[in-house]
Structure formats: structure tokens, C-alpha cells
């Protein structure tokens, strides 16, 4: 069964330091989401990217991150200067064009040190 | 206040009893779904409806849209169902997460 994939599964990193998350979604999928879960709290939308660009982004989501599909398989979430309540397990999901059900991957747990 | 909530937060069971997690919420929604997490954090989609029910093996998913309300129910509970089970409404592009109800079973 096809299934989303999510590298690192756990990234240390010193705050202030870029860190960029990688993602594989379902191959056939058009809707891509990132979101993320601190510890012991709910999960969080953070953006969600359609046809090239951002559809809908909150207000965790701001200029210090940014999200790309640098090829037809990839997707990425980009920190540019990471702050110690970054700290989080991030999650890519995808959907397909009926926004049939999002599917997620198992997450990267970053730590910021 | 929040725009989902769940109740209860933690519920303990013996295998084989009936259980029942609701989920109210206050946004416009085209659909909820109703996902699971286990302890090591993975997050597997359980059910989507915009309407009625939906059964699959022992688990049941309903909504009624009128009233902005969910349940989940799971018949014959085991211990493999010790999980955190999350209401997610569908708010235009996004998922918006529940807090979680999470449920031990004991057998």
C-alpha cells in the first residue's frame, strides 16, 4: 500500500541553525499539508500547498518557514533560524484531488538545542 | 474556547466492553475525520463523513452536521485499541485536531 514517507525521523539542531524536513507524498496526490505536534499538546495545521503554492497557511507559519516541491516527488518544510519552541514532531500528509482522506507520514522529531 | 471539543479526555476500559468518544465542534466543516495515535506518535486516518455513519470491522463513526456533533464508537474493545483517538474537522484547507481522547484497555 502506498504510504507517506517523512525523512529525518529525528533531527538535533542548535537554534539558529536552518533545518529543512523532507517529505515524500503519495505519489498520485495533489494536496500536501504540514503540521505539527508539541509535546503532550494537540496537533497544528501549519500549511497546506496545492498546484504550486500555499492555500492556506496559519499563523504559526511565518516567514521563518517556507515550504517547497522541489521535484515531482519531494516536499519540504524549511526553518530558516530555528527557535527552541520549534521543537516539535512535524507531520506531512497528502490527499488526493477529491481531498479523499490525508494521509500521514510517521513524522521527524526535531529538537532544537 | 476551543473549535473542537472532545470528551471524555482519558478513558479506561475492560476488554470487550462498548466505547463511546464524542466530538463537538464549532466551525464550518465539508467533512470530519476521525484519526488514531499510538504511543510512538504515528497518526493513521480512521474514518472521513460528511454525513450519516460509517462502519468499518468493529469501529463506527457518526455525525450530524445539524447539530455539529460526532461520535466514534468501538464494540468489543481490546487492548490492541489503547490509542489516542482525535476528532479532526475539515475547515476549507486544513485539518483543525481535537485534543485527544485516550483510551486504555485492560483486559
Known amino acids: 500500500e502506498p504510504e507517506v514517507t517523512q525523512t529525518p525521523s529525528h533531527q538535533v539542531t542548535q537554534m539558529g541553525q536552518e533545518v529543512i524536513l523532507r517529505c515524500v507524498p503519495i505519489s498520485n496526490h495533489l494536496y500536501f499539508y504540514w503540521y505539527r505536534q508539541i509535546l503532550g499538546q494537540k496537533v497544528e495545521f501549519l500549511v497546506s500547498?496545492?498546484?504550486?503554492?500555499?492555500?492556506?497557511k496559519s499563523e504559526i507559519f511565518d516567514d521563518q518557514f517556507s515550504v517547497e516541491r522541489p521535484d515531482g516527488s519531494n516536499f519540504t518544510l524549511k526553518i530558516r533560524s530555528t527557535k527552541l519552541e520549534d521543537s516539535a514532531m512535524y507531520f506531512c500528509?497528502?490527499?488526493?484531488?477529491?481531498?479523499?482522506?490525508?494521509?500521514f507520514g510517521p513524522g521527524t522529531r526535531l529538537t532544537v538545542t | 474556547k476551543n473549535e473542537v471539543e472532545q470528551s471524555p479526555q482519558n478513558l479506561t476500559a475492560q476488554e470487550g466492553e462498548f466505547i463511546t468518544i464524542n466530538c463537538s465542534y464549532s466551525v464550518g466543516i465539508s467533512a470530519l475525520h476521525w484519526l488514531q495515535q499510538h504511543p510512538g506518535g504515528g497518526i493513521v486516518s480512521l474514518f472521513m463523513l460528511s454525513s450519516g455513519k460509517k462502519k468499518h470491522g468493529r469501529l463506527i463513526a457518526t455525525i450530524n452536521i445539524q447539530e455539529k456533533h460526532s461520535s466514534l464508537h468501538i464494540t468489543a474493545s481490546h487492548p490492541r485499541d489503547s490509542a489516542v483517538y482525535i476528532c479532526?474537522?475539515?475547515?476549507?484547507?486544513?485539518?483543525?485536531f481535537g485534543t485527544g481522547t485516550r483510551l486504555q484497555v485492560f483486559p
Open positions: 500528509a497528502s490527499s488526493d484531488i477529491n481531498q479523499s482522506g490525508q494521509y
Open positions: 500547498f496545492y498546484n504550486n503554492e500555499i492555500s492556506e
Open positions: 479532526a474537522p475539515h475547515n476549507t484547507d486544513k485539518l483543525i
